[in-house]
Nanobody, 121 residues
């Protein structure tokens, strides 16, 4: 009943920028935390950035000063602006949202399908 769809990934050169979007749809009552994770080949999935429903943000040390997370609550959308990209940023990027539906009395985590980001050197 809830779907998260990411977009905006692609191939970019070192130093370039990309903007990822993730739209949540379905039987949504409230969205709490929204987060971006990434998973590189041979590595564990890691938290990149997080934003609360009040707008508080948190970043992985590796992306501080280069990435910016934001959200549009009216559109149930979270964004990740990625600047000064490096080859080590290459990964599949996933969004996660803590969502309470009209059928539940508590929030649950929902994942998107992922979008590939490749940074060439």
């Amino acid at each position: 009943q809830v779907q998260l769809v990411e977009s905006g990934g692609g191939l970019v050169q070192t130093g370039g920028s990309l903007r990822l979007s993730c739209v949540a749809s379905g039987n949504i009552d409230n969205i709490y935390s929204m987060e971006w994770y990434r998973e590189a080949p041979g590595k564990e999935r890691e938290l990149v950035a997080q934003i609360s429903n009040g707008g508080s943000t948190k970043y992985a040390n590796s992306v501080k000063g280069r990435f910016t997370i934001s959200r549009d609550n009216a559109k149930n959308t979270v964004y990740l602006q990625m600047n000064s990209l490096k080859p080590e940023d290459t990964a599949v990027y996933y969004c996660l949202a803590e969502i309470q539906t009209f059928l539940d009395n508590y929030e649950k985590p929902y994942w998107g399908q992922g979008t590939q980001v490749t940074v060439s050197s």
